[in-house]
């Protein structure tokens, strides 16, 4: 499937409702120190509904911050929301790097760093998730919880997401990463996986040199009778994917769950 979102989806547009971004922290036991995180909150967010929450992860080299430098979410979301394409959800950025420190400097392709990827399972599901359902008026079953990251944070998601399934029904891969577990430990049980998931998107841009990585997985996917939607882009390993990726991915999110 060849996708291309319309030109002026990532443009700022006037008189429009906005969501707000706000940047919190929780504690977590899993790192053992309070941790960032970026929150969307959709146009007209009141504590009086009750929303859906997407988990959306970083790449190798981000942060927190990451998908904010460099792709608009929030201008992409408001966009959506102002022409009714998206179910009513919060969209949590946090820091995949589950260390102490946690920046982006130095070798950031460092087996500590690279472990702390791993470590976010944990920090996610212990710590992060419950602050989130705390703290905001939302959803706390499987049905109304997304995963999705680009290249470590579409690895983290797959790894994460189809390992706990009763936590996670929809799940996206963005370019996933080397760090993506193969298909027989990711998906040993694809009839469960099948009757579980609501949808598990997997897209790269045909000039990326991580393809092997999402090919392979789709390979076991389709072999083994596993739904999900392959979204092969024009493109490298980079921003206008990812964003692509953002604008078509949120609009399958949580439709007919309530
Ligand atoms: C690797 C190549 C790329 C790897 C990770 C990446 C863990 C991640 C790239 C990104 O997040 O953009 O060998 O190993």
Redesign the pocket.
């Known amino acids: 499937m060849r996708i291309t979102a319309p030109e002026g989806y990532d443009q700022y547009r006037e008189n429009i409702a906005r969501g707000n971004v706000e940047m919190v922290e929780y504690i977590s036991r899993a790192v053992g120190n309070p941790r960032k995180t970026r929150i969307y909150t959709p146009p007209g967010y009141s504590q009086d509904q009750t929303y859906n929450v997407l988990y959306l992860l970083?790449?190798?080299?981000?942060d927190e911050n990451e998908w904010f430098n460099h792709g608009q979410p929030h201008i992409i979301l408001d966009n959506l929301y102002a022409d009714g394409m998206l179910e009513p959800m919060i969209v949590v950025f946090p820091n995949g790097r589950a260390m102490p420190d946690d920046r982006p400097v130095g070798d950031i392709?460092d087996p500590e760093k690279?472990q702390a990827?791993e470590r976010f399972e944990l920090d996610l599901l212990q710590d992060l998730i419950p602050f989130i359902e705390t703290n905001y008026k939302v959803s706390t079953d499987r049905e109304g919880r997304a995963i999705a990251g680009?290249?470590?944070?579409?690895?983290q998601s797959l790894n994460i997401g189809l390992n706990h399934l009763d936590r996670f029904a929809w799940i996206g891969a963005f370019?996933p990463?080397?760090?993506t577990k193969a298909p027989e430990q990711l998906i040993p049980n694809p009839q469960e996986a099948a009757a579980l998931l609501r949808l598990l998107w997997l897209s790269c841009g045909d000039e990326d040199n991580?393809k092997h990585i999402s090919e392979r997985t789709h390979a076991y996917l389709a072999e083994h009778g596993v739904p999900h939607i392959w979204a092969e882009e024009s493109g490298g390993?980079d921003w206008p994917v990812w964003k692509n990726d953002l604008y078509h991915f949120s609009q399958r999110l949580f439709k007919g769950t309530k």
Request: charged share 0%; no cysteine; net charge neutral.
């Open positions: 970083h790449g190798i080299g981000g392709f690279i990827f680009l290249s470590m944070g579409g690895g370019s990463a080397p760090n991580l390993h």
